[in-house]
């Protein structure tokens, strides 16, 4: 014989402010622990859609980022030499050498300055990465000092809109165009001619190398070829892992400190529930004894109980997850430690979000409940009638 | 003697329920102070900085570095009374994991520059006599269980190859803000290595530190040494040091404003705990209340009963907080190891810490003290906890 749930249901609406106040104090944890695994979600979905599996990004050995990469002219026409390289439908091999270099620029908001990545690129450059598409302006014209700008940048840096110009490398560079990578790490670039940019920031050297790979599967040989040549100094990454390996430590930051915040916060959380749980026990004593003198065995009891508290939780859960699905229209902007340069990302709600989310919450009801419940089904029926 | 009595009766009343009122609040209460501890460690390069120093770099960013002969022309300007430079090396030890920054210095002008970093003179002869020779500080030296003579090896991630370096010495910061997470090394050998692998990359540095005559006198300074240098092929950007410190924090703001917003919202979150417990409370008393009041207490009074026993929970919760706080900040900076270089919980945090609490006890008792006050006796006495 079981309680049925509507009973237990206008037991949690019988008392409206401690319900509200008890499921509200879920909800913002349910709220914190949401918003941070959407932030470490974004992070990640962004920097591996950055990457095409097919590419390969070759960089200086150690030198990590590739700002602070060297590839010489040298070493770059032997890599280029490749014949795994794919070829292109003008009969060109499909590899890219581009400079990229970091710059100051102020922030529109807030007018502080951040790392921008600038990227000298080749019309190659645009073919290996399909997911860049102009939505506002145009291409800069190669031979010029034109360049134009990521979504992100645009929208957040002084003088990094269509029309605008940006001073650097003792020139003025005009913005022509605006691209979409379709909210990937390029969105937080600026794109102009490679030669350009060589001449402009006086270097000798390129910083990296960007080929797509004939047949995906050649990767290991492509990589060992490279490796192993003892004209070159260079390291070979799959495009994707590259920037995944990029993000690794904010990542980790991120869900670290998420994690520990939300476990710490959860705990306010359980004690809320397990206060109100066993208030609700000790004022509804005769009510217990009445029922297990109706013939209810113990387990309902505990059961119902249970069930009330689970229900607090799945009520802080829901409005904790809809609050934190709010956070989608905002994007982050900080510096990615490891590259020393703007990312911008936004919050993600993926389905193994809104599992890991109710979970907790349940989870936290659950706990905060237990002990009252059993307390409630331990009750002697004669003890407990006398009580009122 | 009576109403301290009767308050602290009441609250002990239900002992499992202010105990574990009170563990929330204590959890709270920690998890704010270390909140407010890693924002401080996040601003405690800029706290540490001189206002009579400068930084110049170059106006691009602070990839591109500058042409040494500048040290002479920075010099010369007026208001400048010494300049030495630095440059970020980069380098792993061991593994990537093991990051603290590493500035290859022109030892002898750097170190008279920053006193605060105070080295026996044995070892800074020591330091200075050994072109491979380093320094370090005392927690980095601490962490790893250097001691002075050993041989530290480091991966160059922008200079290639490996670097093994003699520690010559280790240093002691003038203050707890002090950095104590920090090697230094020669320049000079920086130098040498890198004419003989790029030649074209020699007599380079990232960053010109200048000491002032007057630290009054920083704009002005700044502002000649950039003109300076307008419209040559490496421009500068000259700051104090505090601005170029708070420029990296700013870099990552975003990080900081989530940290600091989330330690409102434990806070917030421990109020409706806490509004919770006292709204039972309140609720169960309520023909109590009545009683009072039908002997002649006011209504004042029966809100102030309520407020001093919330404030009192919250307040014993907070300074148990406190107390815990110090200990779990140690254990933390320890676990982190290099990343936050200066990790302490400051005076205003602690002051913080408390007012949180008390604020959460206020706020909590405000909606039954109300509620209580207003509830006429006869409605009070027939209420039915």
New interface residues.
Partial sequence: MTIPFSYILRNVAARRLTTALTAGGMALVVYVFATVLMLAAGLERTLVATGQDDNVVVIRRASQSEVQSGVDRVQAGIVESLPDIAVGRDGQKLISKEPVVLINLPKRDSNKPSNVVIRGVTPNGLVLRPQATLIEGRMFRPGTAEIIAGRSIASGFQGAGVGETLRFASRDWTVVGVFDAGRTGFDSEIWGDAEQMLQAFRRLAFSALVFKLADTERFDAVKKEIESDPRLTLEAKRETRFYADQSAMLSKFISYLGTSISVIFSIGAIIGAMITMYASVASRTAEIGTLRALGFPRTSILVAFLVEALTLGLIGGVVGLVAASFMQALSISTMNFQTFAELAFTFTLTPGIVVASLAFALAMGFIGGFLPAARAARMKIVDALRAA | MFVPLLVIKNAFRHK??TA??M??IV??I??FGL?RTIVDAWYAGANASSSARLVTRS??????SLPLTYAQKIRQVPGVQSVSWANWF?G?YIS?RNFFPQFAVDAPTYLDMFPEFILSPDERKAFFTDRMGAIVGRKLAEQYGWKVGDQIPL????Y?GTWTFNLRGIYDGADKGTDQSTMFFHWALLNETIKKLYP?RGDQTGVFMVQLRDPAQAAEVSAAIDAMFK?S?A?T?TETEKAFQL?FV??????LL??QA?SF??I???M??M???M??TAR?RGAEYATLKTLGFSNGFVAMLIFAESIGIALLGGLAGVALTVPLARAFAEQMGSLFPIFFVSEETVLLQLGAAGLVGLIAAA?PAWRTARVSIVDGLRAV?
């Fill in positions: 499992l329920r574990l009122t563990v929330g959890v709270a920690t998890a909140l106006s691009v960013s602070l990839v591109f980069g792993v990537e991966r160059g991630t922008i290639t074209r419209n092929l421009e950007l420029s700013a870099m990552t703001e975003a990080i989530a940290i989330v919202v434990v917030v979150i421990i409706a705990v509004a919770n417990t709204a039972m169960e909606f906890g």
